[in-house]
């Protein structure tokens, strides 16, 4: 994974409560086993004029030309709820989403973001609606910068705003690892014990 350090980008409001992970990629569009190409499916019941189309929705956040490369998404409580579809955040990675800020998760998709990159932050939404109302200026260059090292954001006017995240959540974004990887850290100490245990236990390690 790529590793989460600082972040200073784009961010566009979708202030909106409950977007589940249907909204998110809608089924029709998890027409894929890999997870490439499914970024064009980000959203698309609401970026395009209707379903299956690729006619952009003009209104929107996403397709207005000030928020473009949006890295960003700002919204309301409950985000990813519904399915444990990890597509959804498959998605999100694909069209460039680092970091999703919202007063509330939903778990499944919470624990899906770290562990494919992605920062979910809670903040209170009053924090956020004003964050919004900033970055609505001049999106290009009122951007967010998202210091994961102090866990500090950075508003649009100097303001900084403090966020909590788990110390283990914290270092696998830090490091770029996925769970596979964290447990990878202890590759030595997995080796000696299997080293140990085939002395005691010789007949568990033998072939059938």
């Given at each position: ?205 033998q072939a059938v």
């Amino acid at each position: 994974m790529e590793k989460f350090i600082e972040h200073i980008g784009v961010a566009a409001p979708l202030l909106r409560i409950n977007i589940d992970t249907d909204a998110i990629i809608p089924s029709r569009e998890m027409k894929r086993v890999s997870k490439q190409g499914l970024g064009e499916g980000l959203f698309a019941g609401w970026r395009y004029q209707e379903p299956g189309s690729r006619d952009l929705n003009p209104e929107f956040v996403l397709n207005k030309p000030e928020y473009q490369n949006t890295s960003i998404l700002l919204s309301g409580d409950n985000f990813g709820c519904g399915s444990s579809r990890e597509h959804a955040v498959w998605a999100l990675d694909e069209y460039g989403i680092r970091s999703i800020i919202a007063p509330s998760f939903g778990a499944i998709f919470y624990n899906n973001c770290i562990r494919n990159g992605l920062l979910p932050i809670v903040l209170d939404d009053s924090v956020i609606q004003d964050l919004a109302a900033q970055v609505d200026a001049d999106p290009q260059s009122k951007k967010l910068t998202i210091n994961l090292t102090d866990k500090v954001l950075t508003a649009p006017d100097g303001k900084t705003q403090s966020f909590e995240i788990e110390d283990s959540h914290r270092e696998m974004l830090l490091e770029g690892l996925d769970v596979i990887g964290l447990t990878l850290r202890h590759e030595s100490e997995i080796n000696a014990f299997q080293a140990r245990d085939k002395e005691r236990r010789p007949w568990i390690y033998q072939a059938v």
